[in-house]
Every structure is written in structure tokens, then in C-alpha cells.
């Protein structure tokens, strides 16, 4: 299985900034769509950014466009830098994978096949 490792979730308050990271061990993510998507309670996982394995195509959910930034680091970490962060913003966050074409504005959570364990984002005052 393709399965990644989550970090860099935390508490910030508003206005701040955190960088998600989800990294890979055993396998390159270079060749693989990634998608961050993010539960809150009670809600279904919502799809946040995404990169195509090239890196060219990038998409966010509009909340979030101008504040997050979703790039590829090395050929086995991906990086989302959230900045101006909302409480609207908290929960938490997964990186998905897989080897199918399906980063696009319409991506959903069931178009990725792996999942890492999640990193949890707070944001309050």
C-alpha cells in the first residue's frame, strides 16, 4: 500500500500560519496525483488542494485560494503552507494518493486510494 505520514498539524490562533507536510518512506511520490483533504466533526472529508504528478496542475477549494499553497518538495514530500488561518480552517487533515489522474476542481476524497494517518489543525483564540 501507498501509504504516507502526515505532520505539522497544531494550535494556532487566527491569522496564523502552519505547513502540512506528507511524506513518503518506501515509495516516490512523483508519479502519484496528492490530494489534502480535511474532516471536520460531524462533516464528510472535503477536498482542500491537490497536484498533479508533474506539479503543473494545481487546484484549491476557494476558500482557501490565495492563503494555502500546495508543492511538491523532492520526489517523497509534499508540502501545504496554510497561512492566514480561519478557525473555519481546523480539523483534520489527510493526504491521499493515488495513481490515477484525479487532481481537478471536482475531486472528491473517493478518488484517492491511500490515506495516512491524518494531522490535527486547531485554530482558535
Known amino acids: 500500500q501507498l501509504k504516507t505520514v502526515e505532520s505539522g498539524g497544531g494550535l494556532v490562533q487566527p491569522g496564523g500560519s502552519l505547513r502540512l507536510s506528507c511524506s513518503s518512506t518506501?515509495?516516490?511520490?512523483?508519479?502519484?496525483?496528492i490530494g489534502w483533504f480535511r474532516e471536520a466533526p460531524g462533516q464528510g472529508r472535503e477536498g482542500i488542494a491537490c497536484?498533479?504528478?508533474?506539479?503543473?496542475?494545481k487546484n484549491y477549494l476557494d476558500s482557501v485560494k490565495g492563503r494555502f499553497t500546495i508543492s511538491r518538495i523532492n520526489t517523497k514530500l509534499v508540502y501545504l503552507q496554510m497561512n492566514n488561518l480561519k478557525p473555519e480552517d481546523a480539523g483534520a487533515y489527510y493526504c491521499?494518493?493515488?495513481?490515477?489522474?484525479?487532481?481537478?476542481?471536482?475531486?472528491?476524497?473517493?478518488?484517492?486510494?491511500?490515506w495516512g494517518q491524518g494531522t490535527q489543525v486547531t485554530v482558535t483564540s
Open positions: 491521499g494518493t493515488t495513481r490515477d489522474r484525479a487532481c481537478g476542481p471536482r475531486s472528491k476524497w473517493w478518488d484517492y486510494s491511500y
Open positions: 518506501d515509495f516516490t511520490l512523483d508519479s502519484l496525483d
Open positions: 497536484i498533479g504528478r508533474t506539479g503543473d496542475t
